[in-house]
């Protein structure tokens, strides 16, 4: 198992609705490639929504994820509670 991890886990709520709709994404584990091709997985939180979303690592500095992803679970979330 390498040190760096090939995904990260993160855990996405949103607040409010509307324009004053808000997004926060909350990292909590990471992903590593076992010799086999499995993925081990190590979380360091649950989320209470039981959605984990799995993205590479970006550069630092940068978001953890894009529009497309973002939107992809806003559509999601509205859905399931519809």
Request: aromatic share 4%.
């Amino acid at each position: 198992m390498a040190d760096k991890p090939e995904l990260r886990a993160f855990t996405v709520n949103q607040y409010g609705s509307g324009q004053n709709r808000s997004t926060r994404w909350t990292e909590i584990g990471a992903a590593w490639r076992t010799q086999k091709g499995h993925l081990r997985i190590q979380l360091e939180a649950v989320p209470v929504n039981g959605q984990i979303i799995l993205l590479p690592p970006k550069e630092d500095g940068e978001e953890p994820a894009g529009e497309a992803v973002e939107n992809e679970t806003a559509e999601e979330t509205e859905t399931e509670e519809a």
